[in-house]
């Protein structure tokens, strides 16, 4: 009995040492105010939209999506940072048939917003508001509100990984009733702070 206990012990003491050792070995990202990110994301979402028919009944349609979406931000406090993001996006499926499209839609899009980070032990944690405008064929033709949460995990001290995800709700512009949730299914991003 006495044996089981001196193990025990030993396995306590080693994974407090080892814990000890790991976040001694724990790199953190270096910003600040003045600090600048430079960096992006590739996503593929589902998309769905109601849509008001002209009987007064609603119509649920299902899209795909595949975005790049390159960022910039600047630090104005110790945690937080402007941003501002160019969005491209190319989408498939019903969403985009009923859409008047021949069942694809490629769009571009503007989000400008704040991203307030909380560090972490071994990342950093962030969640953000961003607004943006998307644009089809030259036209303005969506508006959007943008919920980014995520962690970046550093790689070195300029540069991380961002894993996340950027829920976002709109509202198409042409049909005053059209309005979607989009909510990612994959989703990796890369930051570089400098």
Same mark, same amino acid.
């Given at each position: 009995?006495?044996?089981?206990?001196?193990?025990?012990?030993?396995?306590?003491?080693?994974?407090?040492?080892?814990?000890?050792?790991?976040?001694?070995?724990?790199?953190?990202?270096?910003?600040?105010?003045?600090?600048?990110?430079?960096?992006?994301?590739?996503?593929?979402?589902?998309?769905?939209?109601?849509?008001?028919?002209?009987?007064?009944? +609603?119509?649920?349609?299902? &899209?795909?999506?595949? *975005?790049?979406?390159? %960022? =910039? #931000?600047?630090?104005?406090?110790?945690? !937080? /940072?402007?941003?501002?993001?160019?969005?491209?996006?190319?989408?498939?499926?019903?969403?985009?048939? +009923?859409?008047?499209?021949? &069942?694809?839609?490629? *769009?571009?899009?503007? %989000? =400008? #917003?704040?991203?307030?980070?909380?560090? !972490? /032990?071994?990342?950093?944690?962030?969640?953000?508001?961003?607004?943006?405008?998307?644009?089809?064929? +030259?036209?303005?033709?969506?508006?959007?509100?943008?919920?980014?949460?995520?962690? =970046?995990?550093?790689?070195?001290?300029?540069?991380?990984?961002?894993?996340?995800?950027?829920?976002?709700?709109?509202?198409?512009?042409?049909?005053?009733?059209?309005?979607?949730?989009?909510?990612?299914?994959?989703?990796?991003?890369?930051?570089?702070?400098?």
């Amino acid at each position: 009995m006495s044996s089981a206990r001196l193990v025990a012990a030993l396995v306590l003491v080693g994974l407090c040492g080892g814990a000890s050792a790991a976040q001694a070995d724990v790199v953190q990202l270096r910003y600040g105010p003045g600090s600048m990110m430079l960096g992006g994301r590739a996503t593929f979402d589902i998309d769905t939209r109601t849509l008001a028919q002209a009987n007064g009944e +609603e119509d649920t349609l299902t &899209g795909y999506k595949f *975005r790049l979406a390159p %960022e =910039l #931000g600047y630090f104005v406090h110790d945690s !937080l /940072a402007l941003l501002g993001t160019i969005l491209v996006d190319y989408g498939f499926g019903d969403l985009y048939k +009923e859409a008047g499209g021949q &069942g694809k839609s490629k *769009r571009a899009g503007l %989000e =400008l #917003g704040l991203r307030y980070f909380l560090p !972490l /032990a071994a990342s950093e944690f962030y969640a953000g508001l961003q607004f943006g405008i998307g644009v089809q064929d +030259e036209d303005v033709d969506s508006t959007c509100l943008t919920l980014p949460l995520g962690f =970046l995990i550093a790689l070195t001290p300029d540069l991380a990984l961002d894993l996340g995800a950027r829920i976002t709700y709109e509202t198409q512009e042409e049909s005053p009733d059209g309005k979607g949730l989009h909510v990612p299914i994959g989703y990796l991003g890369v930051q570089a702070i400098f």
